[in-house]
C-alpha cells in the first residue's frame, strides 16, 4: 500500500498516520519530522531548513524531492509507505510521477481552518518519534510525558500563532492546488492514478480513524 495523506496544516495528518501505518505494516514519511529531526542533529540541511520552518514557508522542492527519493529507495519502503506532508506543491507532485512512483490512494483530510488554529495551539510533540499530542482533545497518559518513552513533550516552534497564519495561507497558495491534480488525475485517467478518497477530519480521532480505513478499503 502507498498512499499520500494530504491537508492543512494541523489536519490531523500525523495523528493518522500513525494508526494507517500500524494497520497497513508501513513506515510512516513525513518530511516535515525528518526535516524537524536535521535540524536537531544540525546537519547542513538541517541548518538550511530550520529558518524557512520557523517563518512557515516552504523549503526548496529540490531538497525535498531529493531527501524523499533517498528515503523511498530504502528496504523497509519496499512493500509501501505513507507519505505525509508530501507532495506538497504541483512540482513535487510531478517528480513522483515522472519517477514512476505509483500510489494507489490519494487520502484527504478536511478541517475548517478554524477547528485548526485550536488544534495546533494545544498540540505537544516527542520530539524524536514525532508523537503528537492534545492538551484537551488527546492528552498523554502523564502530562507532558511521552506515553512510550516516558520523555518529555515540546511545542513546535511554528506552531505560533503568527507563523500558524502563514502556514496556512502558504496551504492555500501551494498546496491546496494538488486536491484539483489529483482528484482531476483520478476521473481522467482512472487506471493510472491514484484514488482519490477524501473524508472529513472534524470529530473525535477514533471516528475519523475509522472514516479512513473505510475509505481506504474500496
Ligand atoms: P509538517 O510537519 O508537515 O507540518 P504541517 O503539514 O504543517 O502539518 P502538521 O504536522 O502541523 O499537522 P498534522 O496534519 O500532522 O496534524 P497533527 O496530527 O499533528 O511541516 C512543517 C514544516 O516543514 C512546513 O511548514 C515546511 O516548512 C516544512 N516542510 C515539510 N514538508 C515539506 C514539503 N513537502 N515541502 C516543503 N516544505 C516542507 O494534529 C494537530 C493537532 O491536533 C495535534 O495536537 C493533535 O493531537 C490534534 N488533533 C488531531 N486530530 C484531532 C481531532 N480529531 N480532534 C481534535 N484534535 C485533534
Ligand atoms: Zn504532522
Not at 529558518?51 to 531527501?67: A, R
Not at 485517467?189 to 474500496?218: H, Q, W
Request: net charge negative; aromatic share 6%; charged share 25%.
Amino acid at each position: 500500500m502507498k498512499l499520500i495523506l494530504l491537508g492543512a496544516p494541523g489536519a490531523g495528518k500525523g495523528t493518522q498516520a500513525t494508526f494507517i501505518c500500524q494497520k497497513y505494516g508501513i513506515p510512516q514519511i513525513s518530511t516535515g519530522d525528518m526535516l524537524r529531526a536535521a535540524v536537531k542533529a544540525g546537519t547542513p540541511l538541517g541548518i538550511e531548513a530550520k529558518k524557512v520552518m520557523d517563518s512557515g514557508g516552504l523549503v526548496s522542492d529540490d531538497l525535498i524531492i531529493n531527501l524523499v527519493k533517498e528515503r523511498i529507495a530504502q528496504p523497509d519502503c519496499a512493500q509501501g509507505f505513507l507519505f505525509d506532508g508530501f507532495p506538497r506543491t504541483i512540482p513535487q507532485a510531478d517528480a513522483m510521477k515522472a519517477a514512476g512512483v505509483k500510489i494507489d490512494y490519494v487520502l484527504e483530510i478536511d478541517v475548517p481552518f478554524e477547528a485548526i488554529i485550536e488544534r495546533m495551539s494545544g498540540r505537544r510533540s516527542h520530539s524524536v518519534s514525532g508523537r503528537t499530542y492534545h492538551v484537551k482533545y488527546n492528552p498523554p497518559k502523564v502530562e507532558g510525558v511521552d506515553d512510550v518513552t516516558g520523555e518529555p513533550l515540546i511545542q513546535r516552534e511554528d506552531d505560533k500563532e503568527e507563523t500558524v497564519a502563514k502556514r496556512l495561507e502558504v496551504y492555500s497558495a501551494q498546496t491546496r492546488p494538488l486536491v484539483a491534480y489529483y482528484s482531476d488525475w483520478a476521473t481522467e485517467a482512472p487506471d493510472e492514478a491514484p484514488k482519490y478518497r477524501a473524508i472529513s477530519g472534524t470529530g473525535s480521532v477514533e471516528e475519523i480513524t475509522e472514516r479512513a480505513f473505510k475509505a481506504l478499503s474500496n
